[in-house]
């Protein structure tokens, strides 16, 4: 899998030092991405629907997310 780093980013694989991704090795950083695959989402898509059971996590490597949960 590959990925492209944000255009700001200033430490190591070219992820912002402060994030998560940022903070893992080189060697890490490749075992994680390759365990996924890439999805692209256009806007307003529900990407995780509240009170569902589905056993995976999803990373957002570019763009923005809004969250919504009811209470």
Known sequence: MTYAPPHDADHGAGWPRGSFLGRLSDTALEDLLALGRPRDFR?????????????????????????????
């Open 43 to 71: 806007a307003k898509d529900l990407l995780i629907r509240q009170g569902n059971t589905d056993r995976h996590t999803l990373l957002l490597l570019s763009g923005l997310a809004k969250v919504t949960a009811t209470a």
